[in-house]
């Protein structure tokens, strides 16, 4: 009988999780699948993206809402640090809400679309709102759903290009799991600044790492979820600070919101939020691969410890030290953010079930869906953006 996630289908059909658990599980195939997908159709996306990329003063925006907006501030520290390109993090739900707070019309622009449907209208509206306010945009769509809006309007413009997730990536359950990483890879893949054969070989080793680790982690993270935490914290500097915040969302949404989430850095986190910390608080670090970086996440899983206030304190880095260790020791941040991310899933996923929930749609009433509803988007009648100085 099929299983996923040490659990059978029946009991999983039984308990509302089917598609979380098999999305959760799916991901490293489906990244080797990406992976070689991108290698047959270098030939059509690359001489796209390089014209682009070529571009002088070329500002990249990597967009989305919710989860598809934190890969984008998941990656746009990694990936600007890596290549020196001007690479920003700006959600969708901050571009509709104030256009000219966000797009700059003196500088050309590459807006990088991350949309599971494809459909959420603010993904919509902020790829029209950045046409009618900028007078040199191309845009990057990075989607799961061929039949989305996004997708449909890659096909009629040659300012855009669209990248289709492999089939399966347009998850079906409430959270998205495998469609994050899977945009998170593709763009990782064509801004990252890699050779196409070192990208296969970091995705290999990850993807053989993951799924060893999805034969060992989900039982610690179901003795995890049944210790009746009340809070959980992720922590991550850099890059790993939008993966922590990924995290925190995805335990808030698959737990109902009966959990009550955070995300910061290890610097930041002093500042006043670790007050939140206390004897029913699960504290994640995740440690970057960086030397500099790491001394900071050092110094505080350390005060931690010492402090002995957090019920539970789990690190999880690329070394033996960690309470989990993700053993890449040549990997970039970018990289180990992929076992990090699934860890995460993981977690929030038996933390779903542990509170009696069904984790493929936790909010049976409604109050909150899939794809967002409920939002009316606005006309733009004001004025152009200010093209001076």
Known sequence: MMRYLDRTADWLAEHGATHTAREIAQQPRLWRELI???????PDWRPWLNKVLKTP??????SGA????FAGRTLAPLLRERTGRRIEA???TDIVADPLAWLDPRLPTLLVSFARSGNSPESVAAVELADQLLPDC?????????????????????????????DGANDQSFAMTSSFSCMYLAALTLLGGHALSDVRNHVEEVARLCEARLRQWPRLARDLADRGLRRVVYLGSSGLAGLAEEAALKLLELSAGRIATRFDSPLGVRHGPKFMIDCDTCVVMFMSSQPYV??????FH?????????????????????????????????????????????FAFECSLAQGLTPDNPCPTGEVNR???GVTIHPWRGPKACVNG
């Open 57 to 62: 003063n070329l500002r990249i925006v990597l």
């Open 302 to 346: 350390t005060e931690l410890c010492r402090d002995d206030i957090a019920r539970r304190v789990i690190a999880l880095g690329p070394d033996g030290d960690e309470t989990l260790a993700v053993p890449l020791p040549d990997a970039e941040d970018a990289w180990l953010a992929l076992p990090y991310l699934l860890f995460a899933q993981l």
């Open 138 to 166: 191309h845009h990057l769509v990075l989607t799961c759903n061929p039949d989305g809006a996004l997708a449909q309007r890659a096909r009629t413009g040659e300012r855009t290009y669209a990248v289709l997730m492999p």
């Open 371 to 373: 794809v967002v509803q």
């Open 90 to 92: 700006i959600a969708t």
């Open 294 to 299: 790491r001394r900071y996440d050092d110094d």
């Open 36 to 42: 070689a997908q991108l290698g047959a159709q270098e």
């Open 66 to 69: 919710g989860t598809s907006a």
